[in-house]
């Protein structure tokens, strides 16, 4: 039931354009698996072997850290619509913060939203879909506004200071903290 490829097709592409939501894991010796769901129009598919995401700020901030250490991810996409397929494109990341050098060049391919602290760009090695089968038939009713508005509001220094104690995981694995963009400006 499971096909794997080195690349994204195109029909991978469309699947994963059509949907709302796709779920990031990563890992790292003796820490926890961390595994994230991600909304909004966050996700591109850079080349066939290359992908990212616009990652906002949160509760912590565990895949920076996971992919220092480790690198690995996996992202997977559902297809709550017919026909029923799970993708999952496992490969590995890093990182890529205001404050690098490539950033002016990976954040180009993004609509940067309020709390924008970092994109993650990925190097696919595999790509594997599967059926489906058991998951379930449902419609997206909407997006939630909360996070985006949440930093849209915030005082850009208190928010900067916030996001400045995110320097490790749960398990103390060193992360790298980010500056603030808003809409994709840069906070003075």
Known sequence: MADFTDTLTPDHIAMIANQPIFFVATAAEGARINLSPKGYDAFRVLAPDRVGYLDLGGSGNETNAHLLADGRITVMFCNFQQPALILRIYGKGRPVLPADPDWAEISGHFNLLPGTRQ????????????????????????????????HAQADPEKWAEKMSKRVSSIDGLPARPTDRYISGHAAD
């Not at 998951?135 to 996070?147: F, G, I, Y």
């Open 119 to 150: 994109i993650f760009d990925i190097a696919v090695e595999s790509v594997q879909t599967s059926c489906g089968w058991g998951v379930p038939v449902m419609e997206l009713e909407n997006e939630r506004a909360t996070l985006v508005k949440y």
